[in-house]
């Protein structure tokens, strides 16, 4: 490897540290050895080089990109910079005036179209040449970038027919930032002090759904512990109760002495599961959340019933089996679930009743209740011995609260009379925590089986 | 198989690309390096993606590629040693003892020491990918479904190439393997085993790749019909489905528009065969609510739930 890039490398892995992609030394040698064998003066090869070599999952890969791009970008102006190799005010928008507008506009739509990107560099410097003059200038590149974007009319949403794919759009205003950004560092004659990378950059594009997804995720891996639990245990024989009837015919091979003890096979349990969903005002930012573990688990469950209660208890099975749009599932149940009476506030002991001679006759030993609420009684009786009426018929009860473990009890909270009944109960206000609960009731086999 | 010879490491990335093409298979540009460099490096590579989207396939077209055999071992929750390693041939050891009792030998030290040699030894996927004698392509598929302990337990054979077995003692490659590790990512893999590995994510095709992809699978498809159904698949990726169709599936979909032989994707086509691109009820009332409403085509009844 030319030796003079080691040291650029590495203050390029220093940066990529800095924002907390974990790169060991091995990895920095895997790169240089990876680098050693390719073509490095290609620029994509030479990424991908590095980005398979230190970037080690989808997330770091996406700091990798943006740390990478940043890095590079002004490793190149730095050297620009000190050897005054700038490419002038003039010669850079030269020709401005000799430019169609039209004409750059419809060569401007037809590269957006198309994702000709190595053409939309040069297009961003035409258009901020011909769209954005000096003077007019904001100094926020930000604005000016949606200056240039109006000017030259991509429009993007709307009913418009000429409307364009956002992310492409998107693409071309990465190329505009990226000229904006070059003519100030020119101008200025210094390189501006890098800027960590933003939270929102970093995370993987944010929605509802993209936690609803990590949501799924977590829930995948529960029903995958559970579904192969049972066939753990029988692999590692424990605890296996010896069958006289099948002992005893093996014996008669042997004189009817009992050599080979045979043993009852243990079916894998089907877990039948009850989850019952606080969706009050008082957790109602957790309750989007909640319902999106529903949701999850609906997906993943047969034999699943939910409900969900304010003040009184509905069932919501049905609801979730008919839709599939998670924003039209939590409207079919503000309207049609029949939850709050009168006040709006929880009512656990009321709730207990109800649900008690709701499920009566189908919970049994093999059922897992799963409450998730914040136990906030709003000074109403707990009816703490229906719930443990509840938890000794249920094979488990794990409650799982969105608030964090040192409010509990704290006002009007009555976690703790409810939590020596569960069999678990567990702080549940991310999805680090769902997953954790997973891990837990996964670790612990002792804890699902009876 | 053995019989060709192993062909030598690839001398660039445009090489490599043309080799897996060759076997069939269309890499994209970090698919193609990073399969070089694990052959020029000799490190494991860690395939992650969602499913369907050729991960596995891309180990199958490396074996093609470099003329290997191509050893796979198919990982599943309570995976143990003794499927991924070895396991005395218990059997055959008994048979052997009592052989030698009936002819009144017994059962002395020499015994011993022969039902512990390797005629007894039942070789599981990395023993014989490792005692080899020629080089191989070891696929350790879907290594999330396994337990950390396993993944533990892989770090000696990745990182050393070599397993110990106590009562013969080390077993070392001769010839060094090429490891695909694929993941679906249900779980996140520990950091040791992704240090050692080269990392790869395949993600669904572009269009145009897609393309190119089905063409080569299913060449008699129409060119204009192929176009037409990858654009249906695209947009169907863009819903929110509980499993979009992967590569694989669009694959099925066009042998069967091939099959059936439709010459145009209206709406009674995709409703007929939507069950093979999409495998979930509410997944196939959705794609009819917002999809095939788009297609011209006879109104059919019935088709949403």
């Given at each position: 490897?030319?030796s003079?890039l080691a040291p650029g490398?590495?203050?390029?892995?220093?940066?990529?540290?800095?924002?907390?992609v974990?790169i060991?030394?091995?990895e920095?040698?895997?790169?240089f050895s990876a680098i050693?064998q390719?073509?490095?003066?290609?620029k994509?090869?030479f990424?991908?080089?590095l980005?398979?070599?230190?970037?080690?999952?989808?997330?770091?890969r996406r700091?990798?990109?943006?740390?990478?791009d940043?890095?590079?970008?002004?490793a190149?102006?730095?050297?620009?910079?000190?050897m005054?190799?700038g490419?002038?005010?003039?010669?850079?928008?030269?020709?401005s005036?000799?430019?169609?507008?039209d004409?750059?506009?419809d060569?401007?739509?037809?590269?957006?179209?198309?994702g000709?990107?190595g053409?939309?560099?040069?297009?961003?410097?035409l258009a901020?040449?011909?769209?954005?003059p000096?003077?007019?200038r904001s100094?926020v590149i930000?604005?000016d970038?949606?200056?240039?974007?109006?000017?030259?009319e991509?429009n993007t949403?709307?009913?418009d027919?000429a409307?364009?794919?956002p992310?492409?759009?998107?693409?071309?205003?990465?190329?505009?930032r990226?000229?904006?950004?070059?003519d100030?560092?020119?101008?200025?004659?210094?390189?501006?002090?890098?800027?960590?990378?933003?939270?929102?950059?970093?995370?993987l594009?944010?929605?509802?759904?993209?936690d609803?997804a990590?949501?799924h995720k977590?829930?995948?891996q529960?029903?995958?512990r559970?579904?192969?639990?049972?066939h753990?245990q029988?692999?590692?024989?424990r605890s296996?109760t010896?069958?006289?009837r099948?002992t005893?015919?093996?014996?008669?091979e042997?004189?009817?002495?009992?050599?080979?003890?045979?043993y009852r096979?243990?079916r894998?349990?089907?877990p039948?599961i009850?989850?019952?969903?606080?969706?009050?005002t008082s957790?109602?930012?957790?309750?989007v959340?909640?319902l999106?573990?529903?949701?999850?688990?609906?997906d993943?469950?047969?034999?699943?019933?939910?409900?969900?209660f304010?003040?009184r208890?509905s069932?919501?099975?049905e609801i979730?089996?008919?839709?599939r749009?998670?924003?039209?599932?939590s409207?079919k149940?503000?309207s049609?679930?029949?939850?709050?009476?009168?006040s709006?506030?929880t009512?656990y002991?009321?709730?207990?009743l109800?649900f008690?001679?709701?499920?009566?006759?189908?919970?049994?030993?093999?059922s897992?209740v799963?409450v998730l609420?914040?136990a906030r009684?709003n000074?109403?009786?707990?009816?703490a011995e229906a719930?443990?009426?509840?938890?000794e018929?249920?094979?488990?009860?794990y409650?799982?609260?969105?608030e964090?473990?040192l409010y509990w009890?704290?006002?009007?909270?009555?976690?703790r009379?409810?939590?020596?009944r569960c069999?678990?109960?567990f702080e549940?206000w991310?999805?680090k925590?769902?997953?954790s609960?997973?891990n837990?009731?996964a670790a612990d086999?002792a804890?699902?089986r009876? | 198989m053995g019989?060709?010879?192993?062909r030598?490491a690839?001398?660039?990335?445009?090489?490599?690309?043309k080799?897996?093409a060759?076997a069939?298979?269309?890499a994209d540009e970090?698919?193609?390096?990073?399969?070089?460099?694990?052959?020029?490096l000799?490190?494991?590579?860690l395939?992650?993606?969602?499913?369907?989207?050729g991960?596995?396939?891309l180990?199958?077209?490396?074996?093609?590629?470099?003329?290997?055999p191509?050893?796979r071992?198919?990982?599943y929750e309570?995976l143990?040693?003794?499927k991924?390693l070895?396991?005395?041939n218990y059997?055959?050891q008994?048979?052997?003892i009592?052989a030698?009792?009936?002819a009144?030998?017994?059962a002395?030290e020499?015994?011993e020491n022969?039902i512990?040699g390797?005629?007894?030894?039942?070789?599981?996927?990395?023993?014989t990918?490792?005692?080899?004698?020629?080089?191989?392509v070891?696929l350790?598929d879907?290594?999330d479904k396994t337990?950390?302990e396993?993944?533990?337990?892989l770090?000696e054979?990745?990182s050393?190439?070599?397993i110990?077995i106590p009562?013969?003692g080390?077993v070392?490659?001769?010839t060094q393997?090429?490891v695909?590790?694929t993941?679906?990512?249900?779980?996140?893999?520990?950091e040791a085993?992704?240090?050692?590995c080269?990392?790869?994510w395949i993600d669904?095709p572009?269009?145009?790749r897609e393309?190119?992809?089905?063409?080569l699978?299913v060449?008699?498809l129409d060119p204009k019909?192929?176009?037409k159904?990858?654009?249906?698949?695209?947009e169907?990726?863009e819903?929110?489905?509980?499993?979009p169709?992967?590569?694989s599936?669009?694959?099925?979909w066009?042998?069967?528009?091939?099959?059936i032989?439709?010459d145009?994707?209206?709406?009674?086509t995709?409703?007929q065969?939507?069950?093979i691109i999409?495998?979930?009820?509410?997944?196939?009332?959705?794609i009819?609510?917002?999809?095939a409403?788009?297609?011209s085509g006879p109104?059919?009844n019935?088709?949403?739930?």
């Open positions: 490897m030319a003079s490398l590495l203050s390029f892995f220093e940066d990529l540290r800095a924002e907390g974990a060991g030394t091995s920095i040698l895997d790169s050693d390719i073509d490095w003066t290609d994509e090869d990424r991908e080089a980005a398979a070599t230190v970037a080690k999952s989808q997330e770091d700091v990798f990109d943006l740390v990478f940043r890095y590079f970008f002004r190149t102006e730095q050297g620009a910079l000190e005054d190799l490419e002038g005010e003039q010669n850079r928008h030269q020709g005036n000799r430019i169609d507008l004409q750059l506009r060569a401007i739509r037809e590269a957006i179209v198309e000709r990107d053409e939309m560099s040069d297009l961003a410097q901020i040449a011909a769209f954005g000096q003077g007019e100094g930000g604005v970038v949606q200056r240039i974007r109006r000017e030259l991509l949403g709307g009913t027919p409307r364009l794919d992310d492409a759009v998107r693409k071309f205003e990465k190329h505009l990226r000229e904006l950004e070059r100030s560092i020119e101008r200025a004659g210094k390189l501006p002090p890098a800027k960590p990378l933003a939270e929102l950059d970093r995370s594009p944010g929605s509802p759904t993209q609803l990590a949501v977590a829930v995948t529960l029903k995958r559970i579904a192969t639990l049972g753990e029988r692999g590692r024989r296996q010896v069958d006289v099948r005893m015919r093996a014996s008669l042997t004189g009817g002495v009992p050599l080979n003890l045979r096979n243990r894998p349990r089907r039948e009850f989850v019952c969903c606080d969706v009050s957790v109602s930012s957790s309750s959340f909640f999106s573990v529903l949701h999850a688990l609906h993943s469950f047969r034999k699943l019933r939910s409900f969900v304010i003040e208890i069932e919501i099975t979730f089996e008919q839709e749009d998670f924003r039209k599932i409207e149940i503000t049609h679930g029949g939850v709050a009476d009168i709006g506030y009512d002991g009321r709730v207990w109800e008690e001679e709701m499920i009566r006759d189908d919970l049994g030993p093999r897992t799963i609420g914040d009684a000074g109403r009786d707990p009816h719930f443990g009426k509840l938890a018929r249920a094979g488990h009860t409650w799982l609260n969105p964090p473990k009890n704290y006002g009007d909270s009555v976690m009379a409810y939590e020596d069999d678990g109960a549940c991310t999805t925590h769902l997953e609960f997973v837990l009731i086999p804890s699902t009876r | 019989a060709k010879t192993d030598p690839p001398s660039s990335v445009e090489d490599e690309r080799r897996l060759e069939g298979y269309l970090s698919a193609a390096l990073v399969s070089f460099l694990a052959e020029r000799d490190k494991p590579v395939v992650e993606g969602p499913a369907g989207v991960k596995t396939e180990a199958k077209a490396v074996a093609r590629a470099t003329g290997r191509l050893v071992l198919q990982c309570g143990d040693e003794a991924a070895y396991e005395w059997r055959k008994l048979l052997h009592q030698r009792a009936a009144d030998e017994g002395g020499s015994a022969e512990f390797e005629g007894f030894l039942l070789e599981r996927p990395l023993l990918a490792i005692a080899s004698g020629e080089p191989v070891l350790i879907e290594i337990d950390q396993f993944e533990a337990m770090l054979v990745l050393e190439f070599q110990s009562e013969l080390p070392e490659a001769t393997p090429l695909f590790l993941s679906n990512d249900s779980r996140e893999l520990t085993l992704k240090r050692r080269l990392y790869l669904y572009s269009r145009e393309l190119e992809i089905v063409r699978h060449p008699d019909l192929a176009g159904m990858v654009d249906v698949i695209q169907i990726r819903l929110d489905l509980k499993k169709p992967s590569l599936e669009s694959i099925d066009a042998r069967t528009l091939l099959l032989g439709a145009d994707i209206d709406r009674e995709l409703e065969s939507l069950s999409v495998k979930h009820r509410t997944d196939i009332d959705l009819a609510e917002r999809v409403v788009k297609l109104e059919t019935g088709q949403t739930g």
